[in-house]
């Protein structure tokens, strides 16, 4: 983990049209690193280490290829998303001033936050 990590305005888009190839993609390689048993029928994992590591690689590259980083102001609400090659950046203002800071923030977070104020 670096200081790019957990960041709570940052996020990642996925579009809509790439999302049934992504689990598609992502399907086909968890299958690629299983491997069919034929004496029991049943799927085993193989190789561990090798079969961890190369899911790790292909995982990051998977990532890399699918997802965009979409950054949030926190003062003024503006997003940031970069363009489909990665070498330019666009910026979207908040129609309105109301408009929360905190767009990007995890989910996962504010139910874990909620639970320990309870």
């Known amino acids: ?6 960041l709570s305005y940052k996020a ?13 993609r992502l399907e086909t390689l968890l299958d690629s690193l299983v491997g069919l048993d034929g004496a029991r029928g049943a ?32 003062e003024c609400g503006r997003l940031n998303v970069e363009s489909l090659d990665g070498q330019r950046d666009y910026w979207f203002l908040p129609e309105d001033e ?15 936050v909620g639970r320990e104020t309870d």
């Open 1 to 6: 983990m670096d200081q790019t990590d957990r």
């Open 12 to 24: 990642y888009l996925l579009p809509d049209q790439d999302t049934s190839i992504f689990l598609e």
């Open 43 to 74: 799927n085993v994992m193989v190789q561990i280490v090798p079969t961890r590591n190369r899911l790790q690689r292909e995982s990051t590259r998977l990532w890399g290829e699918s997802f965009r980083s979409v950054y949030q102001c926190a």
């Open 98 to 112: 109301a408009t929360p800071t905190n767009l990007l923030e995890s989910t996962f977070t504010q139910r874990r």
